[in-house]
């Protein structure tokens, strides 16, 4: 070979991994195309079955199985950040704006979950993000719920993305329902299929000490949910919904935003005057919905509600010292009363 073919075929061969790669630090096209393609109208079928018990004498659940349509909306589309919304509507039409999966390209910021209303934000390595792109999902009032980090993976007709096993707050099918555990440590795999995709989960239900520290495993579960394409639903009042109140949640997620890229740790009340947060933000979408012209919540305004929710900083490290005292005087009073009871059943012999 002569050096001229040498170097021609030694430059085509770097154009196209350049091409099929999408540049250094740019994502490939084939990564964005199969984000993108989770968009759209969908039946959905959610399916999570419990498979092992990791405690002597634990007796598996019985399996969750739940039928739903979803439309899924690209909210956001800067070419290395994209967000997806997925609105539930249901037979009667109406509407319920559910969970939205945000995908980042090599993010260097990553959300992760504690335990007991607690997150902590931590800072990635480049080695750690290359090639990468993380999947914050967020709960229906657009705070975070959990975050993980992979790589697009498309060979032999198949695009799949799989993260790292990320610790997720108990789901809602669960959460009003159980607290025999306090985590769910979980592996997502997306991947398209001919019919739309699928989102599957392993999933591991971890118990805490009473400090925070993980315990043990409670039970092993898998989850695969179908995300089919469909043209029998009018999906016009999610659309509508979406049409009227969109500019709002824009704000809500701008915010925490803020809030994630200036806070190392942060946790969220449970509830404020009796009211969750994610009543408390809905009420506000609602109100856009049923009052056309009403005017949108000021930024300033949806601020001030969510942080009566939040604590920050220094706070949670406050709330987390009150906790231990509180244990350590429980545990101090248990001690007196063992105490009490020793010396009263000697006085009685």
């Known amino acids: 070979m002569t050096p001229f073919r040498f170097f021609t075929a030694v430059l085509a061969l770097f ?11 740019e994502p490939s096209q084939r990564d964005r195309e199969a984000i ?11 399916n999570f079955e419990e498979t092992v018990g990791y405690v002597d004498g634990y007796r598996l659940k019985d399996p969750y199985q739940e039928e739903a349509t979803e439309i899924v909306i690209v909210a956001e589309d800067t070419g290395l950040r994209i967000a997806l919304q997925h609105i539930l509507q249901t037979g009667t039409g109406k509407v319920v704006k559910h969970w939205k999966q945000i995908w980042t390209w090599q993010d260097r910021r990553l959300v992760e979950f504690q335990g007991r209303g607690e997150w902590r934000v ?18 229906v009032d657009d705070s975070p719920r959990y975050q993980g980090i992979g790589k697009w993976v498309h060979d032999r007709g198949v695009s799949l993305w799989e993260s790292n096993r990320v610790a997720r707050p108990l789901p809602r099918r669960e959460h009003t329902a159980r607290s025999d555990y306090d985590i769910l440590m979980a592996v997502n795999r997306h991947a398209l299929t001919p019919h739309g995709w699928v989102h599957e989960q392993d999933n591991l239900k971890l118990v805490l000490e009473r400090d925070g520290e993980p315990a043990y495993y409670l039970a092993g579960e898998t989850g695969v949910n179908y995300y089919d394409r469909t043209e029998e639903v009018d999906f016009a009042p999610a659309r509508d919904y979406w049409d009227r109140t969109k500019a709002f949640w824009r704000d809500v997620s701008e915010i925490w935003e803020s809030v994630m890229d200036s806070e190392s740790r942060f946790a969220l009340a449970e509830e404020v005057d009796g009211r969750p947060l994610h009543r408390a933000m809905s009420a506000m979408a609602e109100g856009l919905v ?18 009566s929710y939040l604590e920050t900083g220094a706070s949670v490290d406050e709330s987390e010292v009150a906790r231990e005292k509180e244990k350590e005087r429980g545990s101090a009073g248990s001690r007196r009363i063992r105490i009490r009871i020793r010396i009263r059943s000697r006085s009685r012999t």
């Open 290 to 307: 049923e009052e056309p012209e009403r005017e949108a919540p000021a930024k300033k305004e949806i601020r001030e509600t969510l942080d």
């Open 36 to 46: 993108l393609a989770m968009a759209g109208e969908f039946e959905v079928l959610f």
């Open 15 to 25: 154009l196209s991994a350049r091409i099929a790669g999408g540049g250094e630090g």
């Open 122 to 139: 931590r800072q990635l390595d480049e080695d750690e993000v290359a090639g990468r792109w993380s999947q914050l999902v967020t709960q």
